[in-house]
């Protein structure tokens, strides 16, 4: 499995997933494949500054907990609130799909 983002000029960096992750993956996977993707994002001259970007996750427990939240307010990544139970409206989920029919 991957961890995968997007951002407004395009993709973002790719992280393998070992085994089942659980929270402490997922915040080495925040500081090795989000940072830098910001990073790369932030140079763009018609994109906001780091302080006014937010980053969107879907509400899986695991993204949730105490050392995820910490590091957030760490790093200054501000969160957007999302509804539980929504893949509906998770942008990613059609990135996902455009990749598995590629693959196909």
């Known amino acids: 499995m991957v961890w995968g983002s997007i951002v407004w000029p395009g993709v973002g960096a790719l992280a393998k997933i070992v085994g089942t992750m659980d929270s402490e993956q997922y915040v080495e996977i925040l500081e090795n494949a989000l940072l830098p993707t910001i990073g790369r994002v932030v140079i763009k001259p018609y994109l906001p500054p780091p302080s006014q970007l937010i980053f969107h996750q879907d509400n899986d427990p695991k993204h949730k ?7 957030f307010e760490e790093a200054r990544v501000r969160l957007l609130d999302w509804p539980a139970q929504s893949p509906d409206l998770n942008p990613i989920e059609n990135l996902w799909a455009h990749l598995k029919n590629l693959l196909r």
């Not at 907990?65 to 590091?71: I, K, N, Q, V």
């Open 65 to 71: 907990p105490r050392l995820a939240m910490s590091w």
